[in-house]
């Protein structure tokens, strides 16, 4: 959790970014196969895979990866 947003993965193969407060979907993004807790820092959320991929999503305001 970062700037009051939760980041985390689910059994759908996305990682999805809500806010804490209210619980509203910010976006979703699928991943490749099965993946780590994904990690924020310097305002980009890293995940990797199982696929032995490495992604990471800008969190830039307002975007959506």
Same mark, same amino acid.
Request: net charge negative; no cysteine.
């Given at each position: ?34 993946? @780590? @807790? ?28």
């Amino acid at each position: 959790m970062a700037n009051g947003v939760a980041y985390f993965g689910s059994y759908d193969g996305s990682v999805h970014a809500l806010e804490a407060a209210t619980g509203h979907q910010l976006w979703s993004s699928p991943v490749s196969g099965e993946f @780590t @807790t994904p990690a924020v820092a310097d305002g980009v959320v890293y995940a990797g895979s199982a696929d032995h991929a490495l992604y990471a999503f800008a969190l830039s305001p307002g975007s959506r990866p």
